[in-house]
């Protein structure tokens, strides 16, 4: 049984946990390296931990863990003359699951294992690879609900020390959702705009409720794209999502929207979802 290393200690790979409640389980906020290992030593260790610097600040997290001792006592507990070592940070554990983190910062959590695998050696070094083409589209999952939030949390976090509440993301000109919410507008004509449910942003439950109850109201629903420049001249703006409902939006760069509170248009769409939600 391999031996594994976690929050400071070696133990065997069954007893290794992490907290349902951890930041890289619930938001992807972790970084990670891989090291190849051979002849027992792991290579290129000054390259490796330049990258996880630059991935920690990136990502928002402090760690000053010792790798290369840890490394090397892991390697050598198991045995490993080739094949991977690998380590991975996280941005902890806290009391509860909430996009941005607490202040101040829970302890990161911090893993390694090894791996044995055929580095020298590999068939695939004689056979050769063969590969496919495909689309690059890392970023750009959003119309399924996973786990891969990271960019969404640097966005709170940004948000969070400029001061605002929250924020919302542009693409190409184009607004798309709120970090965690569907974003929407109500604009000069009393026309209620939002951004159609494509692979750009998340189909919300919410949304779906919010733009029936619209029409309830007797409002026209446009489901297309709107730019800044629309948001800036709209009546009112809100956003929708199962953990907040329907909110408000009154301010936007440091611009009111609208007469700068909230609207009444977006008050009755949140008292008649409310009361939908009761009446269930």
């Known amino acids: 049984m391999r031996t594994v290393w976690i929050n400071g200690e070696f133990v065997p790979e069954t007893e290794a946990?992490?907290?349902?409640f951890d930041r890289g389980l619930n938001f992807g906020q972790a970084v990670y390296e891989v090291s190849p290992v051979l002849d027992g030593h792991f290579c290129?260790?000054?390259?490796?931990?330049a990258r996880l610097e630059r991935s920690l600040?990136?990502?928002g997290i402090s760690d000053d863990t010792q790798w290369p001792?840890?490394?090397r006592e892991l390697i050598a507990r198991n045995k490993l003359v080739e094949g991977r070592v690998y380590l991975q940070i996280t941005g902890g554990a806290p009391a509860d699951?909430?996009?941005l983190s607490p202040s101040p910062p829970t302890p990161p959590t911090r893993f390694a294992f090894t791996q044995t695998a055929q580095m020298v050696s590999s068939p695939l070094a004689t056979r050769g690879l063969r590969v496919m083409l495909h689309p690059e589209g890392r970023w750009t999952v959003r119309s399924a609900k996973t786990t891969q939030l990271l960019y969404a949390?640097?966005?709170?976090?940004?948000?969070?020390?400029a001061g605002v509440d929250d924020a919302w993301f542009v693409e190409n000109g184009l607004i798309t959702e709120q970090t965690s919410a569907n974003a929407h507008i109500i604009d000069a004509r009393g026309v209620l705009v939002s951004h159609p449910v494509d692979h750009g942003v998340l189909p919300g439950v919410t949304r779906i409720c919010t733009l029936q109850i619209a029409r309830e109201m007797g409002l026209?629903?446009?489901?297309?794209?709107?730019t800044p420049d629309e948001l800036f001249a709209a009546r009112e703006a809100?956003?929708?999502a199962a953990g907040s409902l329907v909110l408000p939006v009154v301010e936007v760069d440091g611009k009111p929207i609208g007469n700068g509170g909230p609207g009444t248009l977006t008050a009755e769409i949140r008292a008649r979802y409310i009361a939908l939600l009761k009446a269930q």
């Open 69 to 71: 001792e840890i490394l």
């Open 97 to 99: 699951r909430d996009f």
């Open 44 to 49: 290129n260790w000054s390259y490796h931990q």
């Open 57 to 59: 600040a990136t990502v």
């Open 17 to 20: 946990k992490v907290s349902i």
């Open 220 to 226: 026209t629903v446009e489901e297309r794209p709107f």
């Open 238 to 240: 809100f956003v929708s």
């Open 153 to 161: 949390v640097m966005a709170k976090e940004t948000a969070r020390a």
